[in-house]
């Protein structure tokens, strides 16, 4: 039952005893059946209207117990009219008279925060005052939560002041794995980033109460150490800025607190030992947090350490680009498209983000990855072409296209076709991402699972075509090539993952002129 309108029965059960012949007993039993199903939710829903409004938030009572004699004559409808006459004074005296079995919330969110501490045995409760949740029943405790606290935000700050915390406000997620934590952390991330809510407030709020210590920590545990760090602040109660502000604030600062600790040059604070998919999340968290230049000064100002001087004023940095720590770099304007002649390179883009190579690899590393796909002649090209740099945006300079690339996680490599794996096995041991991308889109390419890199090359990434910048997403359109239909059947046209840069910009893929 819930304060708004409704009043909801879970089961109807009744058992009648009968002073008459068993052919009269049947008789009266059918039309009082009829008369349940029929009449008595209409009676009831005017009876139970008054008591219903009266009601704020959500109530649950495990039953009521309802006592009805019935003497001749009484018709079908005029019997509902009872019952549910009775049924409504049964509810007033259980809400009155505070009944063990009675349950309330002030509102939805609380009601999903108590189950949610139901089933990690943190709150009070039974299993009946949760039916709405049934469906959950099935899926682990975490797990469950995460549903609820992704369809309802504002269950953070709840949980946050709940008294089953404690004494600390984290306890809920703190003790789920970290990477349910970090999973849970990087879903309302990219939710909330897509929203773009202003961080002003939320910032001032962590320049007040403090942040941990800077430390190096990977993208899982950064995530993982926000989501925990916002409830701690949700818990201060008061009018604090909305959940999902906070942890997009808290997420940003964090970020930027770990690549100012990194030592000069190193590009992660730590080898990821499973998919990093959080750091997309986090690239977000920070692109959101500078959008305003006051904001951005607040952000550098709470992410700086301690004695670092503050940016000049006349540059713009550029926060959300991983390994840079907020070093400040001239404002670029950007021309609304541009052509390439290796914009088929794109095409590469939607293998290395399944295989989470922006996690895997540094912004410059993976840059060297892609570029050096291509034949090697035209490397020193593809590093100074103006139109990748809007898929990729690094500094050329910084990528030292000598260096070996590293040995991607054996993981990754299960899901080629058998022909592509022994290519790439083949392939320069120097250039293994280079190699690895090359194999997933030939296992993309129906019938060209074995094909050679300079045949993928001279068909599919030597192609020239257009880049095209938009508010929230990166149209490649490709000039027609022979090919094409392989691609539109691989899936490789229409719109893609995000790209790994501020804003996170959907990646478009098109072919000649199809919309």
Not at 59 to 82: H, M, S, T
Request: aromatic share 4%; hydrophobic share 50%; net charge positive.
């Amino acid at each position: 039952m819930t304060g708004a309108d409704r009043l909801v029965l879970g089961r109807v059960a009744t058992r009648c005893t009968a002073v008459a012949g068993p052919a009269v007993a049947v008789a009266t039993g059918a039309r009082l059946d009829r008369a349940v199903r029929e009449d008595l939710p209409a009676a009831l829903a005017r009876a139970a209207a008054p008591v219903i409004s009266a009601q704020e938030g959500v109530v649950r009572l495990r039953r009521l117990r309802v006592r009805l004699d019935l003497g001749d004559g009484l018709d079908e409808a005029a019997f509902a009219r009872l019952l549910a006459e009775r049924i409504v004074g049964a509810l007033k005296a259980a809400l009155a008279g505070g009944a063990r079995e009675v349950r309330h919330w002030p509102d939805h969110a609380s009601h999903m925060a108590a189950y949610i501490l139901f089933r990690a045995g943190l709150g009070r409760g039974e299993g009946w005052a949760f039916p709405d949740f049934a469906a959950l029943e099935h899926l682990p405790a975490e797990r469950a939560a995460a549903e609820l606290i992704l369809a309802r935000p504002e269950v953070l700050a709840r949980l946050a002041v709940a008294p089953a915390a404690r004494g600390d406000p984290a306890d809920p997620v703190a003790r789920w794995p970290v990477e349910a934590q970090a999973a849970l952390a990087r879903a309302l991330l990219l939710q909330a980033a897509a929203e773009a809510p202003p961080l002003e407030a939320a910032l001032r709020l962590l320049q007040e109460a403090g942040l941990p210590p800077p430390a190096r920590r990977s993208a899982a545990l950064i995530a993982a150490e926000a989501l925990r760090v916002t409830l701690r602040l949700l818990a201060r109660g008061g009018r604090e800025p909305a959940p999902q502000a906070l942890l997009l604030a808290v997420a940003a600062v964090l970020t930027l607190q770990e690549r100012a600790a990194r030592p000069a040059g190193e590009a992660r604070a730590e080898a990821p030992t499973g998919p990093d998919a959080e750091a997309a999340a986090l690239a977000a968290a920070v692109a959101c947090a500078a959008a305003g230049p006051t904001t951005r000064r607040l952000l550098f100002r709470l992410a700086r350490p301690a004695g670092q001087p503050a940016a000049p004023e006349a540059k713009a940095a550029d926060p959300a680009a991983p390994g840079r720590a907020g070093r400040a770099r001239p404002a670029a304007v950007e021309a609304p498209a541009a052509r390439s002649p290796r914009a088929g390179l794109a095409l590469l883009m939607p293998s290395a983000l399944l295989l989470d190579a922006p996690a895997c690899l540094a912004p410059t590393a993976l840059a060297q990855a892609l570029w050096q796909a291509l034949d090697p002649e035209d490397w020193a090209d593809a590093a100074q072409d103006g139109a990748l740099q809007r898929m990729l945006p690094v500094e050329p300079r910084e990528v030292d296209m000598a260096a070996p690339q590293p040995d991607p996680p054996p993981r990754l490599l299960r899901g080629l076709a058998p022909e592509a794996f022994r290519v790439m096995e083949g392939a320069d041991p120097a250039r293994r991402w280079s190699a690895l991308l090359m194999a997933d889109l030939a296992s993309r390419l129906r019938g060209l699972h074995g094909s050679s890199h300079p045949y993928l090359r001279r068909q599919f990434l030597q192609r020239p075509g257009l880049f095209d910048r938009g508010p929230d997403r990166l149209t490649v359109r490709l000039d027609p090539l022979p090919l094409g239909i392989l691609l539109r059947m691989a899936g490789l046209t229409g719109p893609q993952g995000r790209l790994p840069q501020p804003g996170l910009p959907r990646l478009v893929l098109q072919i000649g002129g199809e919309p």
